[in-house]
Nanobody, 116 residues
Framework: QVQLVESGGGLVQAGGSLRLSCAAS????????MGWSRQAPGKQRELVAT???????NYADSVKGRFTISRDNAKNTVYLQMDSLKPEDTAVYYC??????????WGQGTQVTVSS
């Protein structure tokens, strides 16, 4: 079992920045990939960014060059730095972690709203 606590969402104007954080209840050294997904109203949840235990990152095409994912294994925390935000980035953002067993755990979600 893994509990995930997210923070950092909010309201920002287009072009602005936000930083999301997600703290895991167990050592991130026992977690494979950490990442973020998002779900906008009326749309399917989409994977935004992931980072492996070794630091390899992967991004959705829609956020490449604007978002940066990082993790601090000592703090069991994953971050998502979001720059040059667009109204279409508005969504609930969910932290996700995948264990070596392939089980995936989700955070409770944090709202990000980008006004035009």
């Amino acid at each position: 079992q893994v509990q995930l606590v997210e923070s950092g969402g909010g309201l920002v104007q287009a072009g602005g920045s936000l930083r999301l954080s997600c703290a895991a209840s167990r050592s991130s050294f026992s977690i494979n990939a950490m990442g973020w997904s998002r779900q906008a109203p009326g749309k399917q949840r989409e994977l935004v960014a992931t980072i492996t235990r070794g630091g390899t990152t992967n991004y959705a095409d829609s956020v490449k060059g604007r978002f940066t994912i990082s993790r601090d294994n000592a703090k069991n925390t994953v971050y998502l730095q979001m720059d040059s935000l667009k109204p279409e980035d508005t969504a609930v953002y969910y932290c996700r972690v995948q264990l070596p067993s392939a089980l995936i755990y989700w955070g409770q979600g944090t709202q990000v709203t980008v006004s035009s």
